[in-house]
T-cell receptor, first 112, second 114 residues
Framework: SQTIHQWPATLVQPVGSPLSLECTVE??????LYWYRQAAGRGLQLLFY??????ISSEVPQNLSASRPQDRQFILSSKKLLLSDSGFYLC???????????FGNGTRLTVT | QQQVKQSPQSLIVQKGGISIINCAYE??????FPWYQQFPGKGPALLIA?????SEKKEGRFTISFNKSAKQFSLHIMDSQPGDSATYFC?????????????FGEGTQLTVNP
């Protein structure tokens, strides 16, 4: 069966520090991969998605970037965190363009 | 238009009651309408989904009602239980050529009192 791993579960970082969140999917090949951000326990905002290795689409201009170095690995990064980057970051995957999304358990990021 | 409007923002129901959450969309190209359930500190999980070729889909205590002409769909939770307390998101998808860009509603925080 397919599983999605996301780490770390929680992270506290100072303003101006770099960020790297990692997500991996097991049990499937060439998944579509996504990064979402959720503020205040509500509202899911799509940040990035990828339909293949090295292919990244950005939905919202921001202080973050994404990379997909391997088929089932998706990384969310920032060179310098802002206070506004705090939130709950969720990785997700899907098999086809129109198939259901499967979410990881998220990373709670607090920028201080 | 990509917006999906969800209401209410919060809902309190007594155990055994019916919980109803409504969503409306604008983009007639949407062809897949899932509902996600999210417990605190966890990622959303797919609960139930419907395509516009049917007007209703039922899975256990959860039912989606779909009105294509009105561009509305709703989630009904029958015999609501305290364990159903969670945030529920409706979503819509389709009409895109790249990525599975689900458009989510803003969520409804459901509390079922014992």
């Amino acid at each position: 069966s397919q599983t999605i791993h996301q780490w770390p579960a929680t992270l506290v970082q100072p303003v101006g520090s770099p960020l790297s969140l990692e997500c991996t999917v097991e049990g499937t090949s060439n998944p579509n991969l996504y990064w979402y951000r959720q503020a205040a326990g509500r509202g899911l905002q799509l940040l990035f998605y990828s339909v293949g290795i090295g292919q990244i689409s950005s939905e919202v201009p921001q202080n973050l970037s994404a990379s997909r170095p391997q088929d089932r690995q998706f990384i969310l990064s920032s060179k310098k965190l802002l206070l506004s980057d705090s939130g709950f970051y969720l990785c997700a995957w899907s098999v086809w363009l129109s198939s259901p999304l499967h979410f990881g358990n998220g990373t709670r990021l607090t920028v201080t | 238009q990509q917006q999906v409007k969800q209401s209410p923002q919060s809902l309190i129901v007594q155990k055994g009651g019916i919980s109803i959450i409504n969503c409306a969309y604008e983009n007639t190209a949407f062809d897949y309408f899932p509902w996600y359930q999210q417990f605190p500190g966890k990622g959303p999980a797919l609960l139930i989904a419907i395509r516009p070729d049917v007007s209703e889909k039922k899975e256990g205590r959860f039912t989606i009602s779909f009105n294509k002409s009105a561009k509305q769909f709703s989630l009904h939770i029958m015999d609501s239980q305290p364990g159903d307390s969670a945030t529920y998101f409706c979503a819509a998808q389709g009409g895109e050529t790249s990525g599975s860009r689900l458009t989510f509603g803003e969520g409804t925080q459901l509390t079922v009192n014992p």
